[in-house]
């Protein structure tokens, strides 16, 4: 086994003679839960969402057939579909579900990397099944435990990369098992549309169809300068996407010992920069005492940015000195959330933020200097804050940034 940059357990992907790859997606995974806290619910046209923000965040197999999908304002759900429920009990019960989701799932393998709250990939390759017939009952088995364990319904893409894998989950939803044999790739993907492929969104699929490019089996017939002038410098990726190559490796964060993070995907795609970095700071708000609860102190930064289409951009930058206080990560937040949202004509779907080049904190300020004593002051006073939140079991201490609440989750299938 191989460790990658960010020290993750890798697997390489070309001598993977299975499809090694799981990406499990749950089904409507909010109103599932919502089913699951109400059964009165199930089978019935119920969505979530909500009134207070107007958008649907998460409908019912039933709903979508009345024409409800996500993300729709409310008050037209309700116009094309009366009888809609609307149903928000789970709040707050959403991330437990989700990681006893993911807990199932570590039983199974270790390398487990959370896409978001309802999405992830698993690495199976490590566990040397012995064909496809017992990677695919053990995986079956998953997805029975998860419905009679957590009543939660599931869909599983099994393949040789994560990209394969992931189209594969949406294909025979809900509670679909789809496997892509190894080799069959390319022959899979080629009928699909080709606003199937990660990173086309809308308006280039809207190009490429207006150029006779309808489904993803099209572009490798297409000449090198007609794709160069329509998708631009990375064609040469979209094509090698088409034809299901991807080296990708199943990353797990919280085997990364050495940094702290966190992570948010957004109800809907936000263009809002202020509304974005009020969310990182919200992040920086929780991992930073967690630094100091730890004896910690960090040095480096890191924001990376999400569009649709699980394509990501990142930016970092280390602080002279490493810090166990907010401030100076503050300014730095929005500094890389500037450089990391490049493509600033795309809304963002997630946001991420960790804090790495992690230290153990100095026993004692070495020397009195004016400096160190403001310091002292001030982490002082952080941890008399860490301490009164720790305790309290209702409204904490909060930042300014933090006076307004964030949007409300959502599942985009
Ligand atoms: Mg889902």
Same mark, same amino acid.
């Given at each position: 086994m191989l460790k990658n940059e960010a020290g993750c357990r890798s697997y390489p992907a070309m001598t993977r003679p299975l499809p090694t790859i799981v990406h499990l997606d749950a089904d409507a995974f909010f109103v599932a839960v919502e089913q699951v806290l109400n059964p009165a619910l199930r089978g019935k046209k119920v969505a979530v969402g909500g009134r207070e923000r107007g958008i649907i965040s998460s409908a019912s197999y039933e709903a979508r057939a009345c024409g409800v999908y996500t993300p729709m304002p409310t008050a037209q759900a309700l116009r094309i579909c009366p009888d809609?429920?609307?149903?928000?009990s789970g709040k707050g019960l959403y991330g437990e579900f989700s990681e006893k989701l993911f807990a199932l799932c570590e039983k199974i393998t270790p390398l487990v990397e959370r896409r978001s709250i309802d999405e992830g990939f698993l690495d199976v390759g490590p566990r040397g099944f012995a064909?496809? /017939?017992?990677?695919?009952?053990?995986?079956?088995?998953?997805?029975?435990r998860i419905l009679r364990e957590l009543g939660l319904p599931i869909s599983f893409g099994l393949a040789t990369n994560k990209l394969v894998a992931a189209v594969a989950s949406k294909q025979n939803k809900p509670r679909g098992f789809t496997v892509i044999k190894a080799g069959n790739e390319a022959a899979f993907l080629? @009928?699909?549309?080709?606003?199937? *492929?990660?990173?086309?969104?809308?308006?280039?699929?809207?190009?490429?169809? =207006?150029?006779?490019?309808?489904?993803?089996? &099209?572009?490798? +017939?297409?000449?090198?300068?007609? *794709? =160069?002038?329509?998708?631009?410098?990375?064609?040469?990726?979209?094509?090698?996407?088409?034809?299901g190559i991807d080296f $990708? !490796?199943? =990353?797990?964060?919280?085997? &990364?010992? +050495?940094?702290?993070?966190?992570? !948010?995907?957004?109800?809907?795609?936000? =263009?809002?920069? @202020?509304? %974005?970095? #009020?969310?990182?700071?919200g992040m920086i708000d929780i991992l930073v005492p967690k630094l100091?609860?730890?004896? +910690?102190?960090?040095?480096?930064?890191?924001?990376k940015v999400r569009y649709s289409g699980m394509i990501d951009d990142s930016a970092g930058h280390s602080l002279a000195e490493a810090s166990d206080m907010e401030t100076p990560f503050y300014a730095l937040a929005e500094n890389l959330l500037h450089i990391a949202w490049r493509r600033r004509n795309r809304p963002l779907r997630l946001v991420m933020v960790k804090l790495s080049g992690?230290?153990?904190? /100095?026993?004692?300020? !070495?020397?009195?200097? !004016?400096?160190?004593?403001?310091?002292?002051?001030?982490?002082?006073?952080?941890?008399?804050?860490?301490?009164?939140?720790?305790?309290?079991?209702?409204?904490? %201490?909060? #930042?300014? #940034?933090?006076?307004? $609440? @964030? @949007? /409300?989750?959502?599942?985009?299938?």
């Open positions: 809609l429920i609307l149903s928000n064909d496809e /017939p017992a990677l695919t009952t053990a995986m079956r088995n998953l997805q029975e080629a @009928p699909l549309p080709v606003g199937t *492929l990660p990173g086309i969104g809308k308006k280039t699929e809207i190009l490429l169809k =207006s150029n006779g490019i309808n489904q993803v089996g &099209d572009l490798i +017939k297409q000449s090198d300068s007609l *794709l =160069s002038s329509l998708l631009g410098s990375n064609w040469r990726g979209v094509v090698a996407m088409s034809q $990708s !490796e199943v =990353s797990t964060e919280y085997e &990364d010992a +050495k940094s702290y993070s966190r992570q !948010e995907t957004f109800p809907r795609d936000i =263009s809002d920069f @202020p509304q %974005i970095l #009020h969310i990182a700071k100091r609860a730890d004896g +910690k102190r960090a040095r480096t930064l890191t924001v992690i230290e153990d904190q /100095p026993r004692q300020l !070495e020397l009195f200097t !004016e400096e160190n004593e403001s310091l002292a002051r001030k982490r002082r006073l952080a941890s008399v804050v860490d301490a009164l939140n720790a305790r309290a079991t209702g409204t904490k %201490i909060r #930042h300014g #940034h933090q006076v307004d $609440s @964030p @949007p /409300p989750p959502c599942d985009a299938v």
